[in-house]
């Protein structure tokens, strides 16, 4: 935390019983976890030494550039790549032993002649157009790409998969699966093996079991959050408890007394309407907390809520502590999570910020420290 003026605490247990749960929910499936986005901004390499460790199967990510820092890290695991990777950056894929989605016939051709010259086999998930309108291939091209790929010496069809659009959506989500399950079998007519077939995520996860199929993929539920979707519905009964992994933290950097009548921060949004004892946090929007809301958020300081005053700048903002006492320069103050008793809760900071909570986590700042703790 030295030179940090706020960090992140990770807690090991939950991320730990998080994964336990999951693993257990997605039953003989394969548990693939999705690091993308420095773990939706927890941490990439803090989180996936802890998943690796404690029961993921696969680990993801979105940017090739991660997967090498896991590798040249220490993690072992298998890497699928889920993004789109940059022709300059494909001999990664083999040189590091990693997994990619393919959607692109020339991409394929290219991986073969790479993986060719390194005596090597280039192993691909292909992905197929189901309902999402993104990533992925209509059927008759899907199908010629996974023929290239099979007759190809040096490719692997290690699997194939989709992305589903609305899985709180169950009409649509089963027109997804019967597209899916269509290309499957067009694919095994043919002699097409492959090893994994996937197309769940979280949600899905929970709600689908025929949707499991041979691996899952769980992204913000791994971090302790089911995702909205789930939580502002009737399923979240029927939702496995998972727990919250992060505190986001900082400390107070100057304790100043105001006279009444006076205007604090810029653009004089608020003024205060008697002596007051204003605190100074030195972090803002920069850092990742952002203005939206900022008249009604609040954060903790010696297990007591204090309000934001004035607006929130680049890299500060202010909080009215008058009515706790005792607070001074160097104390601690909690922007997510708890203190001494109280909760800053997902859903309080998501009414304020207006952001669902895992992209505010991920909106942190990534040079702020990750810190676990057990």
């Not at 695991?77 to 393919?102: A, C, K, R």
Request: glycine share 8%.
């Amino acid at each position: 935390m030295a030179n940090s003026s706020s960090w992140l605490e990770i807690s090991e247990e939950a991320l730990k019983h998080n994964i336990a749960t999951l693993k257990q929910l997605a039953g003989a499936s394969t548990l693939n976890i999705v690091v993308k986005a420095n773990a939706y901004g927890h941490g990439l390499l803090e989180c996936s030494r802890i998943f690796a460790d404690n029961g993921a199967d696969w680990l993801s990510v979105h940017d090739i550039r991660d997967a090498v820092r896991m590798r040249e890290n220490g993690i072992t695991v298998p890497i699928l790549v889920i993004g789109y990777t940059q022709p300059e950056n494909l001999s990664l894929l083999i040189e590091f032993d990693l997994s990619s989605i393919i959607f692109d016939l020339g991409v394929s051709k290219k991986l073969e002649q790479l993986a060719a010259a390194k005596h090597k086999k280039a192993k691909l998930h292909l992905k197929v157009e189901t309902g999402l309108q993104r990533y992925g291939l209509m059927h008759k091209d899907a199908l010629e790409l996974a023929y290239y790929i099979h007759y190809s010496p040096h490719l692997q069809l290690e699997g194939i998969c989709s992305h589903l659009a609305n899985p709180i959506d169950g009409d649509y989500t089963r027109k997804q699966r019967q597209s899916f399950v269509k290309f499957l079998k067009t694919c095994q007519e043919n002699g097409m093996l492959y090893n994994y077939a996937h197309i769940a995520n979280s949600t899905a996860t929970l709600l689908y079991p025929e949707l499991r199929f041979d691996m899952v993929r769980i992204g913000t539920a791994a971090y302790g959050i089911w995702p909205a979707s789930v939580r502002n519905s009737v399923h979240i009964y029927d939702a496995p408890s998972l727990w919250p992994v992060s505190t986001w933290k900082t400390k107070l950097a100057q304790v100043r007394i105001v006279p009444s009548g006076v205007s604090v921060g810029y653009g004089g949004t608020f003024v205060t309407q008697r002596l007051s004892t204003v605190g100074v946090v030195p972090i803002g929007y920069y850092e990742g907390f952002h203005r939206h809301s900022e008249h009604f958020r609040q954060v903790l300081i010696r297990g007591s809520r204090a309000p934001v005053v004035g607006r929130i700048s680049t890299n500060n903002f202010t909080v009215d502590v008058t009515d706790i006492s005792g607070v001074t320069s160097g104390d601690e103050i909690v922007l997510i999570g708890g203190q001494e008793g109280d909760q800053i809760t997902i859903k309080e900071y998501e009414s304020w910020t207006g952001q669902s909570y895992i992209e505010s986590i991920t909106c942190i700042l990534s040079t702020i420290p990750r810190v676990i703790v057990t």
